[in-house]
């Protein structure tokens, strides 16, 4: 047995492999979804407004598009548009809607 017999033993990789991203930012993006969802129902019960509708609207559609971002291997980029979206939608939120 050689010295290069001995050391065969591959490095076991850290952290998650891609398609494990992939499934948390869609599982992630899923949840706010329905969240966003659950919100936009109770903040029109309280106040029909247009501006209600727009804002989580477009947030419901930004975790869509970060859903498809994450299916075609862009976990990255739909992780920060994931963040930058819920804190724009909370700012709107705060800011424009009393």
Do not use: F, K, N
């Not at 903040?43 to 209600?52: E, G, K, P, Q």
């Not at 862009?74 to 804190?87: E, I, M, N, Q, S």
């Amino acid at each position: 047995m050689t010295a290069s017999d001995q050391d065969t033993t591959a490095p076991v990789p850290q952290g998650m492999t891609p398609r494990q991203a992939r499934l948390l930012r869609i599982t992630a993006a899923s949840v706010l979804l329905v969240a966003l969802a659950v919100v936009l129902v109770v903040r029109l019960a309280s106040r029909t407004s247009v501006l209600v509708v727009g804002v989580y609207g477009l947030a419901m559609i930004l975790c869509g598009v970060v859903i498809e971002l994450s299916r075609h291997g862009r976990t990255r980029l739909g992780t920060y548009l994931l963040g930058a979206g819920l804190v724009a939608a909370l700012a709107a939120d705060w800011v424009l809607l009393p």
